[in-house]
């Protein structure tokens, strides 16, 4: 079973905090993402990565960066949280499943910025 | 902006009722249509997914129906279960990469 796993259930942090959001993935996936969840506007995409030190920006990026240095690790970085960061952020990695890439979520990350 | 819009919200629906969530896109680029399911306290997981060259799929009790020149597509849940209470998200992908594209989420409630 392929599993996605992020450091912290619950978060709460203060405004300006530099804040870091830990995924780890045990498939050996080559792709990794960070998105955002707010109700009725889905899942919204952060920042991805295809290979180790490769990055690309998604939908929302502003506000965030990323790190990866190792391919089953992927990191969200918040440089200085302010309170419309507080969301559920989700993390997954991607593999080939029944012939098409899937993705494969962790448990998400509930962060509060006060 | 959307690229991917879902509706309803949420749905009430009794036991052994069809739930039905819709999804319409503009995108004529995506080629690829996955539904994924949540429940509370889990991350989305990979329910059931179409490609545009066929206009139904079903796995059980899930159904897809695409309807490619409408550039809409369903999901129908049928004899719906209490355990099928959850958020159930549709998604779309493009040719090239791997991103997804999530609609707004329908919030499914089972009623036994």
């Known amino acids: 079973d392929v599993k996605v796993t992020q450091s912290s259930r619950y978060l709460v942090k203060r405004t300006g905090e530099k804040v870091f959001l830990e995924c780890v993935q045990d498939?050996?996936?080559?792709?990794m993402f960070w998105y955002r969840q707010d109700p009725g506007l889905g899942l919204r995409l952060i920042y991805f990565s295809y290979d180790v030190k490769m990055k690309e920006k998604g939908d929302i990026p502003e506000g965030y960066s990323v790190s990866r240095e190792k391919k089953e690790r992927f990191s969200l970085i918040l440089e200085s949280a302010s309170t419309n960061q507080t969301s559920m952020y989700l993390c997954a990695s991607s593999g080939l499943a029944g012939g098409q890439d899937t993705q494969y979520f962790g448990p998400g990350t509930r962060l509060t910025v006060l | 902006q959307q690229q991917v819009k879902q509706s309803p919200q949420s749905l009430i629906v009794q036991k052994g009722g069809i739930s039905i969530i819709n999804c319409a896109y503009e995108n004529t680029a995506f080629d690829y249509f996955p539904w994924y399911q949540q429940f509370p306290g889990k991350g989305p997981a990979l329910l059931i997914a179409?490609?545009?060259?066929?206009s139904e799929k079903k796995e059980g009790r899930f159904t897809i129906s695409f309807n490619k020149s409408a550039k809409q597509f369903s999901l129908h849940i049928m004899d719906s279960q209490p355990g099928d209470s959850a958020t159930y998200f549709c998604a779309a992908k493009g040719v090239a990469g791997n991103k997804l594209t999530f609609g707004g989420g329908t919030r499914v409630l089972v009623k036994p």
């Open positions: 498939m050996d996936h080559e792709n």
């Open positions: 179409i490609r545009p060259d066929v």
